[in-house]
């Protein structure tokens, strides 16, 4: 009997990560340069010299979807659509470098150029800062410029070069915070060859449709699991009553 109500309580509670996870995914769907998380639910079995074997359901974030998303002309100078399957870098809040594809870029309240999210934009020396009043263009191989409108014949300053990374041959993982990271910590090497698209950004790629279905075959499994825990204790019951008829 516990084999059983065990076993319906893990598959319940893959369940409920599964749903997690894809309300994160479907609150995201609008997010630019969004990755949909992977679920996956692995079998996960006890054995010992007393206890039989049983298969426990163990679920959790296999990973993120890493497909490209839509592209949509924004007309934004800031904006920015990385090409290909290069990363952009940005800085962590615990200072480590990180790494997204969200390309909806700003200038913050210190002059800091942020993406979306409000993490700085790495260049090859730091984050990227822009001098006040400057007026700030974005060239295809990430490069940045300012120019002073006080002096518009001056050619635009040069401010350093969005780093966009390679991921190829490196192990990464979406974290938490929602950024990638590479496995076990370290950096990853510059994309040389990567460009970007100036006024535009990639959508996030999660499919809704398929989504909210994966939401309701969610929810339907928790349901059948919980089902289980009145089936045990219907069991248990009929034998009690038949213990008692036998005595």
Same mark, same amino acid.
């Given at each position: 009997?516990?084999?059983?109500?065990y076993t319906?309580?893990?598959?319940?509670?893959?369940?409920?990560?599964? %749903?997690?996870?894809?309300?994160?995914?479907?609150?995201?769907?609008?997010?630019?340069?969004?990755?949909?998380?992977?679920? =996956?639910?692995?079998?996960?079995?006890?054995?010992?010299?007393?206890?039989?074997?049983?298969?426990?359901?163990?679920?959790?974030?296999?990973?993120?979807?890493?497909?490209?998303?839509?592209?949509v002309h924004?007309?934004?100078?800031? &904006?920015?659509? *990385?090409?290909?399957?290069?990363?952009?870098?940005?800085?962590? %809040? &615990?200072?480590?470098? $990180?790494?997204?594809?969200?390309?909806?870029?700003?200038?913050?309240?210190?002059? /800091?150029?942020?993406?979306?999210?409000?993490? !700085?934009?790495?260049?090859?020396?730091?984050? *990227?800062? /822009?001098? !006040?009043?400057?007026?700030?263009?974005?060239?295809?191989?990430?490069?940045?410029?300012?120019?002073?409108?006080?002096?518009?014949?001056?050619?635009?300053?040069?401010?350093?070069?969005?780093?966009?990374?390679?991921?190829?041959?490196?192990?990464? %993982?979406? &974290?938490?915070?929602?950024?990638?990271? /590479? /496995?076990?910590?370290?950096?990853?090497?510059?994309?040389?060859?990567?460009?970007?698209?100036?006024?535009?950004?990639?959508?996030?790629? $999660?499919? =809704?449709?398929?989504?909210? $279905?994966?939401?309701i075959e969610? %929810?339907?499994?928790?349901?059948?699991?919980?089902?289980?825990?009145?089936?045990?204790?219907?069991?248990?019951?009929?034998?009690?009553?038949?213990?008692?008829?036998?005595?």
């Amino acid at each position: 009997m516990d084999r059983m109500i065990y076993t319906a309580l893990s598959g319940m509670e893959a369940a409920m990560n599964r %749903q997690r996870v894809t309300a994160s995914n479907l609150a995201n769907a609008q997010t630019p340069g969004f990755r949909a998380e992977t679920f =996956t639910v692995d079998a996960a079995e006890l054995r010992g010299p007393a206890l039989e074997a049983r298969a426990m359901g163990r679920g959790g974030v296999f990973g993120a979807d890493m497909r490209t998303g839509a592209m949509v002309h924004t007309g934004q100078p800031l &904006d920015i659509a *990385i090409g290909g399957n290069a990363l952009m870098a940005l800085q962590g %809040q &615990d200072g480590a470098e $990180v790494y997204s594809r969200r390309g909806d870029l700003s200038i913050g309240a210190t002059g /800091v150029l942020e993406n979306g999210d409000g993490r !700085p934009v790495m260049g090859e020396t730091g984050p *990227i800062t /822009v001098p !006040p009043g400057r007026k700030v263009s974005i060239g295809s191989d990430g490069n940045i410029f300012a120019a002073d409108p006080a002096a518009p014949n001056a050619p635009p300053e040069n401010l350093g070069k969005i780093k966009l990374a390679s991921a190829e041959g490196s192990r990464i %993982q979406k &974290d938490l915070d929602g950024f990638m990271r /590479v /496995v076990g910590g370290g950096i990853l090497p510059t994309d040389e060859t990567a460009t970007v698209t100036t006024g535009a950004l990639e959508q996030s790629n $999660v499919d =809704t449709t398929k989504v909210l $279905v994966e939401m309701i075959e969610a %929810q339907r499994a928790f349901e059948r699991r919980a089902k289980l825990f009145s089936t045990a204790g219907e069991i248990d019951t009929s034998g009690a009553r038949l213990m008692s008829l036998r005595s």
